[in-house]
């Protein structure tokens, strides 16, 4: 009888080591389920619009939509120095969302031809203006800027392409544009907020530069009307939170 008893009790204290186990095993089974099963980055609908508010009377507008389908006067695009393949095998996101793959598509090669040859390298700051034949884009014109190296990117440089852009607009003499980063269809996972918050901060340095020069008869641009931010589903929202925060920026100096 000793004997069962003993085999009875090592029986329940093994029964009970199991029960702790599988317990902790489940515990970390669910806590696996759950990081798996996190809610994805919500998506905004194409062709979703708003106007994040106005600096200076030029309004800031957003849009879910690809550069060769956003309709404006100019579109402004940004790509960095060529690399084999680059703009169709980016891992940042599928490639029926790359908007560089539909501008280069829409446009039969020609963006990848000229940085291929080196017609057009895409050195920092390097600009390359296109008029499009008609109903290949949606805008009339395509300014194309250069990044540079991606390897040596930084958030950084994004107020000086905002810059660029402003300056170039004005001098074509446009009343509205249309400007896509497109660093993450080149495969960069830059800071959306930071990039979009640097774009608007580097081109309204150079819109009151150009009103500064204005107001001393030194130089004569047309009047902005608004300039139109381009967002791919995905970053559309978060894009907005820096678009705001430059926005607010600007109009408390």
């Excluded at 009888?1 to 902790?24: D, H, V």
């Excluded at 599928?94 to 940085?115: C, F, Q, S, W, Y």
């Excluded at 017609?119 to 250069?146: N, R």
Aim: aromatic share 8%; with cysteine.
């Amino acid at each position: 009888m000793k004997n069962i008893a003993i085999f009875n009790n090592c029986r329940l204290r093994y029964f009970s080591l199991f029960l702790l186990i599988t317990f902790l095993f489940a515990g970390s089974f669910t806590n696996i389920t759950f990081a798996q099963t996190a809610p994805e980055t919500k998506m905004a609908a194409l062709g979703t619009t708003i106007t994040w508010g106005k600096v200076d009377n030029v309004a800031i507008n957003g849009l879910v939509q690809g550069p060769s389908s956003a309709e404006a006067e100019l579109q402004v695009a940004c790509v960095f120095e060529y690399t084999e393949g680059d703009i169709f095998n980016p891992p940042a996101l599928p490639a029926n969302l790359n908007g560089m793959v539909h501008l280069d598509d829409a446009l039969k090669g020609i963006i990848t031809e000229l940085r291929k040859s080196g017609k057009f390298t895409g050195h920092s700051l390097e600009t390359l203006l296109i008029t499009p034949p008609k109903g290949t884009l949606a805008a009339k014109k395509l300014l194309l800027i250069g990044l540079g190296d991606r390897t040596k990117f930084t958030p950084d440089l994004m107020i000086s392409v905002g810059s660029v852009a402003m300056r170039e607009a004005l001098r074509l003499g446009v009343s509205d544009y249309s400007f896509a980063s497109d660093i993450k269809d080149a495969g960069i996972d830059s800071p959306t907020a930071l990039v979009a918050t640097n774009v608007v901060l580097g081109s309204f340095e150079a819109y009151r530069t150009q009103t500064y020069l204005k107001d001393k008869k030194l130089s004569d641009h047309k009047p902005l009307s608004k300039i139109t931010l381009l967002a791919g589903p995905a970053f559309y929202t978060v894009a907005g939170e820096g678009i705001k925060e430059a926005i607010a920026t600007l109009n408390s100096k």
